[in-house]
């Protein structure tokens, strides 16, 4: 890639990241003031892995 090329993906990473800098910055706000809920989080999380571990234990 040329050098040209480099410094406009860098130019266009930085504009993209100041972009959406306001809504994630409200959008971290707003996860540290919502209630945790890890169960939510832990079920889907231990089911994804047993069938991870059963597809595994069946291909043997």
């Not at 040329?2 to 406009?8: D, G, K």
């Amino acid at each position: 890639m040329a050098l040209w090329q480099q410094i406009l993906l860098g130019v266009l990473a930085l504009a993209v990241f100041l972009w959406f800098r306001p809504g994630l910055k409200a959008a971290m706000q707003r996860s540290a003031e919502a209630p945790k809920d890890w169960k939510a989080v832990l079920l889907p999380l231990v089911a994804i892995i047993a069938f991870v571990i059963l597809l595994i234990y069946s291909v043997r």
